[in-house]
Structure formats: C-alpha cells, structure tokens
C-alpha cells in the first residue's frame, strides 16, 4: 500500500510565499502529483514530478526527491483565491500505471 | 473547454433510494474511469476503477454490490448507489484516465455529485 503525508492546515498572508510538504511511501513509484481543490469543487491539476528536482509553472513550483520519499509544491506571490485545499497523490503502477492515491490534503489559508 | 461530464451535481432523496450518477468523457474514449468519494474535510478516497467492457475493481472495503458500476461504452460509465442511508451523504467525483496521450496529467475530473440522503 502506499502513505501520504501532509500538513493538515497552514495559513500565510497575502504576497508571501508558502511550501507544503508532502512525503510518501510506494513500491511502485510512477509520478507525483499537485491539485488544488476549492471547497465543494473537483480538484484542479497543478503539476506533475516524476524526476528528481524542480518543475516551475508560473506562481507554483513542485520539487521532488525520490529517495527521500518527499516532495513540496511552493507558491509565490500568494492571493486570497489561493486559500485551498492542495492535494499530494502519488502514482504507482499498480492498476495499469494510472491509479492515483491522494494524501488528506493541505488546507491552507491566506490571510490579508 | 470541459473534458469530463459530470451529472447530476447534486441529488437529495429519500433513505433507501437508488441514485444514479453518470460520468461521460467528452472528447476522446476512455477504456478507464475512477470513481471516489470525499467526504467533509477530507481527502479523495478511490472507490473503483472502471473499466470499460469488464467488471470494475473494487478498493478495499468498497462493497460491490451496494456500490455497482456499469462502463458500457468507451465514453460512459455510472456509478449507482444502491438502498442509500445517511451515511452515504458524500461527494462522489470520477475521473477519466488517459493513457499515452499525455500521463503528465493522467486523470481529469468531473465536477461531482453532492448526495445527500435524508
């Protein structure tokens, strides 16, 4: 099976910048993934790791460590529409290489 | 534009009711669907893969019979709730799963379906 971690909640005020970890163990470890979840709403797609180090797209950015099991996405320039949920899921090759399992996500809260 | 059709978004109904909820795949045909259910503050729990022309695989502690998925037609599946009780209120999401036109993002979700059963 797998295990996702992450922080429960954060809060951070607007125009700053915030990272929310996330660590996991799989044994089949095809690829990460960010979404950003508003309440009541299906989640969007943020990015994607699958390689070692840094992807950036534009405000976001998402790291990945593979042996270290961890991974963070950073968002700069925080706005009020960036208060979310932000889900880590972790995509192993069980289920035919596209299954995903989500962590319990990161509620984060920006704040004037 | 919208790549996955969701409906209904929201359904209210009686205890013991059966409700039907239909995730179509607008643009390409799609041989896997996801279905999870999220409930209040928490995370997306997967449910079952659907699989088109095939039974569906069942995660752990899903129950198969009350939880019955059809995926018929490669750009169609459903999910019906069958006796719902209370504590099937939940938010139902599916996903279509794409695979080697673009598995940097490997599902893309419907808008989901708010049940709430009185």
């Known amino acids: 099976g797998q295990n996702i971690d992450q922080p429960t909640e954060m809060t951070a005020t607007e125009g700053a910048i915030v990272q929310i970890n996330c660590t996991y163990q799989?044994?089949?470890?095809?690829?990460l993934f960010w979404y950003q979840q508003h309440a009541g709403e299906a989640p969007t797609f943020l990015s994607y790791?699958?390689?070692?180090g840094l992807e950036e797209k534009g405000r976001f950015s998402s790291f990945l460590s593979r042996s270290k099991g961890y991974s963070y996405l950073l968002l700069k320039e925080l706005q009020m529409k960036d208060s979310a949920s932000y889900l880590c899921?972790?995509?192993?090759?069980?289920?035919?290489?596209?299954?995903?399992?989500f962590g319990t996500g990161t509620q984060l809260k920006v704040e004037l | 534009g919208a790549v996955v059709s969701q409906h209904p978004s929201w359904v209210i109904c009686k205890s013991g009711t059966s409700v039907k909820i239909e995730c179509r795949s607008l643009?390409?045909?799609?041989?896997?669907m996801f279905w999870y259910r999220q409930f209040p503050k928490q995370s997306l729990m997967l449910m079952a893969t659907?699989?088109?022309?095939?039974?569906?695989?069942?995660e752990q502690g899903v129950e198969k019979d009350k939880f019955l998925i059809n995926h018929a037609s490669l750009t169609l599946s459903t999910l019906t709730v069958t006796s719902a009780h209370p504590e099937d209120s939940s938010f139902y999401i599916c996903?279509?799963?794409?695979?080697?036109?673009?598995?940097?993002?490997?599902?893309?979700f419907g808008d989901g379906t708010r049940l709430s059963i009185l």
């Open positions: 996903s279509v799963g794409i695979f080697g036109t673009d598995l940097n993002q490997p599902q893309h």
């Open positions: 799989t044994s089949g470890f095809n690829g």
């Open positions: 790791n699958v390689l070692d």
């Open positions: 899921a972790v995509r192993d090759w069980a289920g035919g290489g596209n299954k995903l399992t």
């Open positions: 643009d390409f045909q799609a041989t896997t």
């Open positions: 659907s699989n088109e022309g095939s039974k569906a695989t069942y």
